[in-house]
């Protein structure tokens, strides 16, 4: 088992910066790619991206740029720092991570990009 657990969402205006984090407890040394999905209100999840264990990165077309996965694995945190958000950028968001065989979610946390 694979426990997550995010922090860092909230309030910011259009153009601001927000950073999640995403700490991994449990069986971690199992752990593979680690990433983020969100889900706008009335809309279907999405991937926002991923990094690898070795940490080759890929991004979702309409974060490119703005957004930045690092990934510190003495402390088994991921981090999100999303620069330049947008309205569009609103909604939960989700810290995934693989093993080999499973997929493991965090409960996930609020971003509200408003004016």
């Known amino acids: 088992q694979v426990q997550l657990v995010e922090s860092g969402g909230g309030l910011a205006q259009p153009g601001g910066s927000l950073r999640l984090s995403c700490v991994a407890s449990?069986?971690?040394?199992?752990?593979?790619?680690m990433g983020w999905y969100r889900q706008a209100p009335g809309k279907q999840r999405e991937l926002v991206g991923f990094?690898?264990?070795?940490?080759?990165?890929s991004y979702t077309d309409s974060v490119k740029g703005r957004f930045t996965f690092s990934r510190d694995n003495a402390k088994n945190t991921l981090y999100l720092q999303m620069n330049s958000l947008k309205p569009d950028d609103t909604g939960v968001y989700f810290c995934?991570?693989?093993?080999?065989?499973?997929?493991?979610w965090g409960q996930g946390t609020q971003v509200t990009v408003s004016s």
């Open positions: 995934y991570t693989t093993t080999t065989i499973y997929t493991y």
């Open positions: 449990g069986r971690i040394s199992r752990i593979n790619t």
């Open positions: 990094i690898t264990t070795g940490g080759d990165s």
